[in-house]
C-alpha cells in the first residue's frame, strides 16, 4: 500500500470495543468486497470494505474476519482467512499478504491467520456453537445498491445452509463504533486533509482565465498522488460559470472564463480515510462585488454553522438553527423578502431556493461516513460544514466546505490551515 503502516493496536481495541456489544454467543462474520468488473477482462480499482478494514487494516482481496470472543477454543476467537499467493499470482498481480504479515497489519497471532480456501473447514468449528451471527451489509440512508454484494450474496447463502440459527445486524454496532474517531484515526484524517490543502495552495497559483475544468483536475491528482494518497476520495467536482449550480457536477470539462467563480469540491484520501474540502475561488483571481458579498456571506453561515457542533446537539436541530442563519444572509442579499419569510410555509423554507442540501454530514472512512443523525454529537465525531449559495438566474454558484472533529468544549477545524478568507483566495492567485 502507498500509505505508511498504522499501528496495529487500533484494530485490536476496535475488536474488543466491538466485542462488548455483542450478545452472548455471537459469531460476527464481515466480507472484503467484490472487485467490480468493467467490460470484456477488464475491472474496476479494489476498495476495501470499510468495516473489515476498521477491525484489521487488511487492505486485500477476498478477506474474510470471523470475531467469536466467547468460543470455546481461544484461537477461534477471532480469526482471519486470506487468499493465498503463489508463484503465477506474485508474476501476473505482484506481492500479496503472508501470514507473517497479516498478523503485524491485525495484531492477531499468526496461529489464528489461514487461508481462504480453509474457510469451510474452520467455520464449521464456530458457527455451531453460536446463538447469535452478525451478517454485514450497507444500511446507509443513501445508499441506493444496484448490483448485489459479496455481503448479499453470503446473507443468503448462510441463510440456506443454517436456516435455524439467529441473524443479527452489524451494521448497527458498526455506525454506533465508527462515528467516534479514535486517537490513531485523526492522524490519518489530517493527512488526507494536508494533502487537500497542498493541493489547493498548488491550484490557486494555477487557475487563470482560459483553463479548462479537466486540466484543474489533473493537477489535482498530480499533486495527490506524489504524497502517497490513492487519489481523490470521491469524483471530483471542478465547476465554473453555471456549473457551480450543478450540485453533482462531474463532467469537468468546461472552460474557465474570465469573471467566473470556480466552485471546486475535491478531497484526498489517504489509507481509507478521506478529506472533504469545497472552495469557490474566481477564475481571474479578483471577486466582483457581487461575487465577493455572496462568499462572505456563505463564509458568515460557515462560521455560524461550525461554532454550532458541539456536543449534545443533534442533527436536525442544528440543521434547523443553520438555516435560520441563511435566510438572514439571503434577504441581505435581495434573494428573499423578509415579509415573506415570516409567512412561509416552515415545512417548505423559501431559502431552500438557494440553499437545497444540507449544512453537514458525518466523514471518515466513508466520505458520507457511518452514523445514526438521531444521536446526539458527541467528541470524537467528525462532521462536515459545508453551506453554500446558489443563484442559477446569475449563473453563480459559492459553497464552503471544512471538516471538524467534536471535542469536550466545542470542535476543533481540521482544515483551519487551508485559505478561505476571500483576501487571502485573491492574494495566493495573483502572488
Known sequence: MRYLPINNQLFVRNRERLASLLKPKSLVIVNANDILPTNADGTMAFRQNNDLFYLTGVDQEETRFLLFPEHPDPKFRAVLFLRETSELIEIWEGHKLTKAE??????????QIYWTHQFETIFAQLVFEAEHVYLNANEHT???????TQDARFIEQFRNRYPLHRLERLAPLMHNLRAIKQPEELPLLQTAIDTTDAMFRRLLGFVKPGVWEYEIEAEMMHEFLRRRSRGAAYNPIIASGANACVLHYIDNSAQCKDGDVILLDLGAEYANYNADMTRSIPVNGRFTPRQRA?????????????AMLKPGNLWDEYHREVGKVMESELIGLGLLDRDAVAAQDPDAPLYKKYFMHGTSHFLGLDVHDVGNKYR???????FTVEPGIYIREEGLGIRLENNVVITETGNTDLMANIPIEADEIEELMNR
Open 102 to 111: 497479516a498478523a503485524q497489519t491485525t495484531g492477531l497471532p499468526e496461529s
Open 142 to 148: 443513501r445508499a441506493d445498491v444496484q448490483v448485489q
Open 294 to 306: 455572496v462568499y462572505d456571506a456563505v463564509l458568515r453561515v460557515l462560521r455560524e454553522s461550525s
Open 376 to 382: 446526539r454529537m458527541e467528541p470524537g465525531m467528525v
